[in-house]
Each structure stands twice: as C-alpha cells, then as structure tokens.
C-alpha cells in the first residue's frame, strides 16, 4: 500500500530558529499533499494545500511567510516554520494520495514541534 | 462551510462492550469518508475508507456506514478490548480532496 514518510518524528528547537519538515512519499507520486496542524487535544486542522512545481494555497489564517511549502519534486515536499515561536509547539503532519483521492488519502506519522 | 462533529467526546467502557461511535456533518456533498484511529502523540491509522457511494464497510471488528442525505457516518466496534483505547476521527473528504477532520471521540477501554 501507499506510504508516507515523514522525518522528523520529534524536534526541539530554540525560539527564533526554523525548523524544516519533510514529507515523503515512498512508493509512488504525489502532485498534492497536504499539511496540517494538531494543537493538543484537538483535531487536525489543515494549513496549506502543496502543489508539485507551484506554489501552496494556504487556508485562511496561515501565515504563507511563517509556514513555507516546497513541492520540488513528486515525492518530496517539505514545511519550514521560520522563526519559530512557543506558540509554534504543535504537532504537523502531512498526507499524500496515489491518485485523486479516491482511494484516500495516507498520512505520515507526523513531526512533534517544540519550541523552547 | 463543512463542519464535521463526533460524539462523543470521549467514551469508557468494560472489555467486551459493543460501542457505537457517531460522526456528522453538515455538508452532504461529500467525495468519501474515512475513520482513523489516533494513539497518543502518534499518527493517524487508517481503520475504513467509505465512498460516497457506499453505505457502510468492514473489517474484522469494525463497521462503518454512511448515510450522506442525513449527514451521518457510525463506527461500531465488536467486542471492544483495551487495545482499542485511542483517539478515534472521523474525516470528511470534499470535492476539492480537502480532509476536514471531526473533533474526535476519546476511547477509554477497562480491562
């Protein structure tokens, strides 16, 4: 079956640095994953719509210049928060589909976000 | 705009107990919808995939279905053991493949 590899698992970083996610899919290509956001206790909320070879759609309330989305490749995209923040602590984590959707959608494992 | 909810928000039975876990939404033009299940701090599995043109699904212990025109989707469980505790979502899939995910449903099962 489809999967997706997502690296890292857990990050640590200082207030101020930024950090980079990747998302992988391993088995087969992907023109749009998506990223989404889980703050604790709460449901995933979808961030930004990554489009191979051009650039995301963000949803409302995301901040495009905080939240950067590379799609370079069809098995490659990855989210950098920029200056992060406490307030950035979150758990991400992305989704890809073989096809269209259909056969839905296969998410990663997800990247634990700290900021100290 | 689709909002999805679960009820309930959290849930805790004996081992053994059928449990019936509800999702709805407000929407009814959906793609599919697919149930995961979510343990603590890690990432979403997968459990069934309904298409729209589906009315339910199974596998092994779990069965899904889907009423679009009531906005309605239900996990049952069979049978529950400890090993099923986890947080269960449901997502809603629209025509634009967005996932727009329910609030979720915390199961707690006693040994």
């Known amino acids: 079956g489809a999967v997706v590899s997502q690296h890292p698992s857990r990050v640590i970083c200082k207030s101020g640095t930024s950090v980079k996610i990747e998302c992988r899919s391993l088995?087969?290509?992907?023109?749009?994953m998506f990223w989404y956001r889980q703050f604790p206790k709460q449901s995933l909320m979808l961030m930004a719509t990554?489009?191979?070879?051009?650039?995301?759609?963000?949803e409302q309330g995301v901040e495009k210049d905080k939240f950067l989305i590379n799609h370079a490749s069809l098995t490659l995209s990855t989210l950098t928060v920029t200056s992060a923040h406490p307030e950035d602590s979150s758990f991400y984590i992305c989704?890809?589909?073989?096809?269209?959707?259909?056969?839905?959608?296969?998410f990663g494992s997800g990247t634990r976000l700290t900021v100290v | 705009k689709q909002e999805v909810t679960q009820i309930p928000a959290a849930l805790s039975v004996p081992e053994g107990e059928n449990l019936v876990l509800n999702c709805s939404f407000t929407?009814?033009?959906?793609?599919?919808l697919q149930w995961f299940r979510q343990d603590p701090g890690k990432g979403l599995t997968s459990l069934l995939l309904?298409?729209?043109?589906?009315r339910e699904q199974t596998s092994g212990r779990l069965n899904a279905s889907l009423d679009k025109s009531s906005g309605r989707s239900t996990l049952y469980i069979a049978a529950s053991q400890p090993g099923d505790s986890a947080t269960y979502l449901c997502?809603?899939?629209?025509?634009?493949?967005?996932?727009?995910f329910g609030t979720g449903t915390r199961l707690k099962v006693l040994a």
């Open positions: 088995d087969f290509q992907a023109t749009t």
């Open positions: 309904i298409q729209s043109s589906q």
């Open positions: 997502a809603v899939i629209s025509g634009t493949y967005k996932y727009i």
């Open positions: 989704s890809a589909s073989r096809g269209q959707g259909e056969d839905g959608y296969t």
């Open positions: 990554s489009n191979e070879g051009s650039k995301a759609t963000y």
């Open positions: 929407d009814s033009a959906i793609y599919n």
